[in-house]
């Protein structure tokens, strides 16, 4: 991960300590993956904010030129069978390596159309 985003150990550090057991964070530097348990009592939007609130602010203490890092308004939320765990958490870890030969963008349309999300392009990319 790049110096403009939060890094993993933070973001797992949010996620447990609201209660959302962190079993991964990575990703790439233009987006997060985040492999989680979500209690059942707890909306994933409700998580997804209080990550994307906490750790722009830690951002922007990080280093002059980071006071205007802001995530993207949406998110992308799945779920995962725990026989699934052990490849997702290896995709996690992939993802620099991953994207050097597809796009986050062109993954995110395959993964969309594979699973047959509608979805308008106009509210995904911001």
Same mark, same amino acid.
């Given at each position: 991960?790049?110096?403009?985003?939060?890094?993993?150990?933070?973001?797992?550090?949010? #996620?447990?300590?609201?209660?959302?057991?962190?079993?991964?964070?990575?990703?790439?530097?233009?987006?997060?993956?985040?492999?989680?348990?979500?209690?059942?009592?707890?909306? #994933?939007?409700?998580?997804?904010?209080?990550?994307?609130?906490?750790?722009?602010?830690?951002?922007?203490?990080?280093?002059? *030129?980071?006071?205007?890092?802001?995530?993207?308004?949406?998110?992308? *939320?799945?779920?995962?069978?725990?026989?699934?765990?052990?490849?997702?958490?290896?995709?996690?870890?992939?993802?620099?390596?991953?994207?050097?030969?597809?796009?986050?963008?062109?993954?995110?349309?395959?993964?969309?159309? *594979?699973?047959?999300?509608?979805?308008?392009?106009?509210?995904?990319?911001?």
């Amino acid at each position: 991960m790049g110096r403009t985003e939060p890094n993993p150990t933070y973001l797992a550090a949010v #996620l447990n300590n609201h209660g959302s057991v962190a079993l991964k964070v990575g990703g790439s530097s233009d987006h997060v993956h985040a492999l989680f348990r979500l209690l059942k009592n707890r909306a #994933l939007a409700e998580v997804v904010e209080e990550i994307k609130t906490s750790s722009s602010k830690w951002v922007k203490t990080q280093a002059r *030129g980071l006071g205007g890092f802001h995530w993207q308004s949406g998110h992308g *939320g799945f779920s995962v069978s725990p026989g699934e765990l052990d490849s997702v958490v290896k995709y996690i870890e992939q993802q620099e390596a991953h994207h050097r030969a597809t796009s986050f963008e062109e993954e995110y349309r395959r993964i969309m159309k *594979g699973y047959e999300v509608d979805y308008d392009e106009r509210y995904v990319w911001d």
